[in-house]
């Protein structure tokens, strides 16, 4: 399978713990997005890599949040003292690069609950 | 300020009835493309179709086409003989050509019923 995955699927975790989880983009694809989606909303944009070049953060992405894509290939996103706000999917999409027409896939995405 | 609107929060149908999807998307922009995406029940978004601003023609791909109307920066995506696992929501996101990230509408839920 060459589609976008993540890691883990589902995620459980109490108030104030931290948590990561991991995004691996189509193997050609330049550019690796995170965006957060709630029930009954559409995702919303967190950020996003050219290769391992963090180019654009949402005004979402508080302190407590960081992403990194340290090799230009898989990607982490890291929610330190997490919320119970956090309780959301998180959504992981990849695309070629393509200036304008760029297509993004995305993954089946990592639902994290906080108690 | 860019803003998407998909004014239609829920739709059903019965099974091989056409449905039309609107989106309306408000720019000053005057070239960007916008993307469908589906969501079925699973929960991973599936791209369907993109368009872009400066197309003249309207397209059909399969049982989707779409029709643009520039003047309204009105999207509206039509499934034609609509089938029972075309029940998802769909999202339609635009996005301008020096921007990196889509930005998607609330999305509008359809129901197709057998």
């Known amino acids: 399978d060459t589609g976008v995955s993540q890691d883990p699927r589902h995620k459980i975790t109490k108030r104030g713990q931290n948590v990561t989880f991991r995004c691996d983009p189509i193997s050609e694809h330049n550019r690796l997005y995170w965006y957060r989606q709630t029930l009954g909303q559409g995702p919303e944009f967190l950020t996003y890599?050219?290769?391992?070049?963090?180019?654009?953060k949402s005004r979402l992405l508080s302190d407590r949040f960081s992403a990194e894509r340290p090799k230009g290939s898989f990607s982490t996103l890291e929610i330190q003292r997490t919320e119970q706000g956090d309780s959301a999917m998180y959504l992981c999409?990849?695309?070629?690069?393509?200036?304008?027409?760029?297509?993004?896939?995305f993954g089946p995405g990592t639902r994290l609950t906080v108690l | 300020a860019q803003k998407v609107t998909q004014a239609q929060t829920e739709i059903s149908v019965v099974e091989k009835e056409d449905v039309t999807l609107d989106c309306v998307y408000e720019?000053?922009?005057?070239?960007?493309?916008l993307f469908w995406y589906k969501q079925p029940p699973s929960g991973e978004l599936v791209f369907l179709i993109r368009r872009n601003s400066f197309d003249e023609q309207n397209e059909i791909s399969g049982r989707y086409s779409w029709n643009f109307q520039k003047s309204t920066s009105s999207f509206n995506f039509t499934i034609t003989a609509s089938q029972v696992v075309d029940s998802a929501v769909y999202f339609c996101a635009p996005k301008t050509p020096y921007a990196g990230k889509s930005t998607f509408g609330d999305g509008t839920t359809l129901t197709v019923k057998p």
């Open positions: 890599f050219q290769n391992e070049a963090q180019l654009e």
């Open positions: 999409a990849s695309s070629l690069g393509t200036p304008g027409t760029d297509t993004q896939y």
């Open positions: 720019t000053r922009d005057t070239t960007y493309y």
